[in-house]
């Protein structure tokens, strides 16, 4: 049974990574979610310890401010308003409902929207969406060494079973 729930272990690790890219599936959590049914299934003695859970809890939060956080400070890098960075997080959280498009397209279009209710003209705005769409691949970028470094610190303090 204990070789069932490492093989449900690296599936769902491996659908956690793919989350992380693919913004339909909440990548870290799936993540944190898998390392807490495989204690709960394995047992305290041969899974991770509460400490672990704890510190993928943090890396789980902190995976999501940089989701939320990339297109702001990257239109603010390129130039953006206080519009156009609030633009890029609104258009990020609208984004979320209309799939991998929206979360690429939704942070460019509400920072251009910014800028334009600020009375900036095209090029400053198209500068500014240009921020949030690379703010947003960075973001993406470190969730998922966020993943990578979950999968690592589960692995790594999962006592081995010889």
């Not at 394995?42 to 890396?59: C, D, H």
């Not at 600020?118 to 993406?140: T, V």
């Amino acid at each position: 049974m204990e070789l069932f729930w490492w093989l449900f272990t690296i599936v769902l690790f491996a659908v956690g990574l793919i989350g992380t890219i693919a913004p339909v599936l909440p990548g870290t959590t799936i993540i944190l979610a898998t390392a807490i049914t495989h204690r709960l299934m394995v047992g305290a003695v041969k899974s991770i310890g509460w400490k672990t859970i704890v510190v993928l809890v943090l890396l789980t939060i902190l995976s999501y401010v940089f989701d939320f956080l990339g297109s702001y400070f990257g239109a603010k890098y390129f130039g953006a308003t206080k519009w156009g960075a609030f633009g890029a997080i609104l258009g990020a959280l609208i984004g979320l409902f209309f799939g991998i498009l929206g979360l690429f397209v939704g942070p460019v279009v509400g920072a251009i929207a910014g800028e334009f209710i600020a009375g900036k003209q095209m090029i400053d705005a198209g500068r500014a969406g240009w921020g949030s769409l690379l703010g947003n691949i960075g973001g993406m970028l470190a969730k998922l060494i966020i993943a990578l470094t979950m999968i690592a610190i589960f692995l790594v303090n999962v006592p081995s079973p010889f």
